[in-house]
């Protein structure tokens, strides 16, 4: 009942004091309240915190990749939906989700060729 207080004061806390601790546990619930609300912006920004403080917790992995993939379909950001698959590879060369990885890369890239088609067609 007291969820949507509490991430409301735990993203305040986040914003207002960056050294904030937060635990790997709450700071995911976070990320997942905001997505389950469609706040994508601030689960993705709770998403981003989680992946640079705690690497090496087990869901950090997928969360790149899931964060990957709000960027290019909700944001349409392929900016930042590249740096976190960038980010991925280097973290987690062998992990098991490579493929599914693999798999982002080449949807990134065609929505980046998608414009440049488009821009092509209305110049020919």
């Known amino acids: 009942k007291k969820k949507p207080e509490a991430a409301q004061i735990y993203q305040q806390c986040i914003e207002e004091f960056p050294d ?3 635990s790997a546990d709450s700071l995911f619930s976070l990320y997942e309240h905001f997505l389950e609300h469609n706040q994508i912006q601030k689960s ?3 998403g981003l915190k989680f ?3 705690f690497q090496k917790d087990y869901r950090s992995p997928k969360l790149h990749l899931r964060l990957a993939e709000l960027s290019m379909t909700r944001l349409k950001n392929i900016k ?3 740096k976190l ?3 991925f590879a280097k973290h987690y060369p062998e ?3 490579t493929v599914e990885a693999k798999l982002l890369v080449r949807d990134l890239r065609k ?4 414009p440049e088609k488009a821009a092509r067609a209305t110049h020919s």
């Open 20 to 22: 904030f601790s937060v």
């Open 44 to 46: 993705m920004k709770a």
């Open 51 to 53: 992946i640079t403080s």
């Open 80 to 82: 930042l939906a590249s």
């Open 85 to 87: 698959i960038n980010r």
């Open 95 to 97: 992990h098991e989700l």
């Open 111 to 114: 929505q980046r060729q998608a």
